[in-house]
């Protein structure tokens, strides 16, 4: 864990540029895998099968080491390569673009797509935001009937807390913790009777 995990965008959009009458539609969708930015790519080549080109810019992973991009027949890096420029430029992760082009009767040159490429992502970053993460160490919680009401409530007011189940044992849920914290010792602490085991460390949305 090295620094904050890259955010990713915090809604789905749709935009539309026009650059000498070629209209660009880009596509931006939040997604957690490849399959699901495949999926994507699928369903905006049959919606907007008219279009002449479907040029694409995917980056997953925590870190954003995953990265793709095509340029769906365009001359070779004029689309996808800027397409992947404008994401990495915004340092988003779990993202998906399509650009999908209508060609509008003038060419636009080398430069031009790439401008017109990037200028959509860009533009549909800026529409869609972006929400930031966090690392987590996710802790197994349990506490016994006679106490779980006290320890869930105690804990609910100092942390985030998930995967809540109540059973004839008693109360068990998981903690997202800041990251180094001893769950044990600060139970210990607080006086709650409750056991701790460590889950790992995981991605969370910033709570706002």
């Given at each position: 864990?090295s620094?904050?995990?890259r955010?990713?965008?915090?809604?789905a959009v749709?935009?539309t540029?026009?650059?000498e009458?070629s209209?660009f539609?880009?596509?931006?969708?939040p997604v957690?895998d490849?399959?699901?930015?495949?999926?994507?790519v699928?369903?905006v080549?049959r919606?907007?099968?008219?279009a002449?080109?479907?040029?694409?810019?995917?980056?997953l992973?925590?870190?954003g080491?995953l990265?793709?991009?095509?340029?769906?027949?365009e001359?070779?890096?004029t689309?996808?390569?800027p397409?992947l420029a404008?994401l990495?430029?915004?340092?988003?992760?779990?993202?998906?673009?399509?650009?999908?082009?209508w060609?509008?009767?003038?060419?636009?040159?080398?430069?031009?797509?790439?401008r017109?490429?990037g200028?959509?992502v860009t533009g549909?970053l800026?529409?869609a935001?972006?929400?930031?993460?966090r690392?987590?160490?996710?802790?197994?919680?349990?506490?016994?009937?006679?106490?779980?009401?006290?320890?869930?409530?105690?804990?609910?007011?100092?942390?985030d807390?998930?995967?809540?189940?109540?059973?004839?044992d008693?109360w068990r849920?998981?903690l997202l913790?800041?990251?180094?914290t001893?769950?044990?010792?600060?139970?210990a602490?607080?006086?709650l009777p409750?056991?701790?085991?460590p889950?790992?460390?995981?991605?969370?949305?910033?709570?706002?």
């Amino acid at each position: 864990m090295s620094g904050p995990p890259r955010p990713v965008p915090a809604r789905a959009v749709r935009t539309t540029t026009v650059v000498e009458r070629s209209r660009f539609v880009c596509t931006l969708r939040p997604v957690a895998d490849e399959a699901a930015a495949e999926a994507v790519v699928a369903a905006v080549r049959r919606e907007l099968a008219d279009a002449r080109h479907h040029c694409t810019a995917v980056v997953l992973g925590d870190d954003g080491s995953l990265r793709r991009s095509g340029d769906d027949g365009e001359p070779a890096g004029t689309a996808g390569a800027p397409m992947l420029a404008a994401l990495e430029g915004a340092g988003v992760t779990g993202a998906v673009a399509v650009v999908s082009r209508w060609f509008g009767g003038t060419l636009l040159g080398t430069g031009g797509l790439v401008r017109a490429y990037g200028g959509a992502v860009t533009g549909a970053l800026e529409e869609a935001g972006l929400a930031p993460r966090r690392w987590v160490d996710l802790v197994a919680v349990h506490a016994g009937p006679a106490d779980a009401g006290r320890v869930e409530a105690e804990l609910r007011r100092r942390h985030d807390v998930e995967d809540v189940t109540w059973s004839g044992d008693g109360w068990r849920a998981v903690l997202l913790l800041p990251p180094g914290t001893d769950a044990a010792a600060e139970l210990a602490a607080a006086g709650l009777p409750a056991t701790a085991t460590p889950l790992g460390r995981a991605v969370r949305p910033v709570r706002g």
